[in-house]
């Protein structure tokens, strides 16, 4: 019998409600920033509200309070719209994390909340017809024709962090960025099916305690990418850089070679002083932006190495002459992605990068020799590009 646990399960929801508070706190003081910061907050508190409402919902089911039956009607209404508004946030959180570029227009935010509001609306019809639910005696909650409808809202948010989950861990080959997708593809399947367990198991009181793990899971995952992530520009650290580079140097040879590259904003210091602090990060998310893309396309690791600096290793998959002249060409193609980013965005001013590159076959040469190396022909690079503007 439920009831005879009923000291257990409130002291546990007590216990997990107040690790959610801990986690709000956290999040305020550790760990992300931006949207990605607003949405896990969003989804912390509409978990808080959710568990002291679904645990007096639960109370009533087993018969230890008496609510009044409208006050029971309210709370049972609260406790459904509130697992599609979970939804909602898990959903609009992982499409920011995951970087998803359309979560930057205006209709993101609209259609974002589209099954919320069709959830609500359902709710709203069921109160007088009983299509979602209705509440049968004082304490006993029935399911109505439309609820598979009512289901189906939360549901379409899973379904699309699935799809974009997937998607973009076909196409990112990041290791900071595959992470997390693999870890959003795992929560999402697991709060979903936790979800749609609850609505068969009401008493149980499921939800909030698969929820909260979930919550914990991501939160976990939050701070071990940032071990390995850059705050502002959400690539490659330097530490992660010096990891994996020192892996593929062991690896390297005369016939399987490794292009490692060293590059940094041209006049960057000029965009911070003209333009202010601010429009110096959009310029190095402009940067990191081209840099991932172009990392994507030839299937290379990128990082920022610090300040304006970024370090960027390619292994062509199959080594050859016409490999040197796409080592260069990738330098080519960095230059006029910034070029057009810029326009795009309509900047006042160009960006550009001073690159330089070594080709590296030894593996018993340390990366900080072939750092080194590539440094050099950076400022070599940086040197020719002075004189040929003095001279034009």
């Known amino acids: 019998m439920f009831s005879e646990f009923l ?6 929801y007590i216990i997990l409600f107040v ?38 919902a639960t109370l009533q089911e087993v018969y230890v309070i008496h609510m009044p039956y409208a006050v029971f009607h309210a709370v049972t209404f609260l406790r459904l719209f509130l697992v599609v508004v979970c939804c909602g946030n898990i959903y609009m959180f992982s499409v920011v994390r995951l970087n998803i570029k359309y979560t930057e227009k205006k209709y993101f935010r609209i259609t974002a909340f589209v099954p919320e509001i069709v959830a609500f609306i359902l709710l709203l019809i069921s109160i007088s017809n009983g299509c979602i639910y209705s509440i049968i005696g004082t304490s006993y909650v029935k399911y109505g024709p439309l609820f598979p409808l009512f289901l189906l809202c939360g549901v379409v948010y899973f379904v699309l962090i699935l799809v974009v989950s997937i998607e973009g861990y076909f196409r990112n080959r990041t290791f900071v960025m595959r992470s997390k997708m693999i870890t959003t593809i795992i929560a999402d399947c697991y709060i979903m099916v936790s979800a749609l367990l609850a609505t068969r198991f009401t008493k149980g009181a499921l939800f909030p305690a698969t929820f909260i793990s979930a919550i914990i899971f ?55 002083d003209q333009y202010g602090h601010l429009e110096g990060d959009q310029a190095l998310m402009i940067v990191a932006d081209v840099l991932k893309e172009t990392a994507a396309k030839h299937d290379a690791f990128v990082a920022r190495y610090g300040g304006d600096e970024f370090i960027m290793c390619w292994i062509p998959e199959e080594y050859s002459e016409a490999s040197a002249g ?58 020719a590009m002075k004189a040929a503007m003095a001279a034009a």
């Open 326 to 383: 796409e080592a260069r060409g990738i330098i080519t193609e960095i230059g006029k992605g910034l070029e057009q980013r810029c326009i795009k965005n309509r900047k006042p001013y160009t960006l550009s990068m001073g690159i330089g590159y070594v080709r590296c076959v030894d593996p018993n040469t340390s990366l900080a020799e072939y750092l080194k190396t590539a440094d050099k022909d950076l400022y070599k690079n940086k040197a």
């Open 7 to 12: 000291s257990l399960y409130v002291t546990i």
């Open 218 to 272: 991501f939160f976990v995952n939050m701070q071990e990418s940032g071990i390995f992530t850059d705050a502002l520009t959400k690539m490659n650290n330097r530490r992660k850089a010096i990891e994996y580079i020192e892996d593929q140097i062991k690896e390297i040879g005369e016939n399987h070679p490794m292009f490692l590259y060293m590059g940094d904003i041209n006049s960057f210091k000029a965009i911070n």
């Open 19 to 56: 690790v959610a508070l801990y986690l709000l706190h956290k999040l305020d003081t550790d760990i992300a920033t931006g949207l990605e910061n607003t949405f896990f907050r969003g989804l912390i508190i509409c978990y808080l509200i959710y568990v002291p409402i679904s645990i007096l």
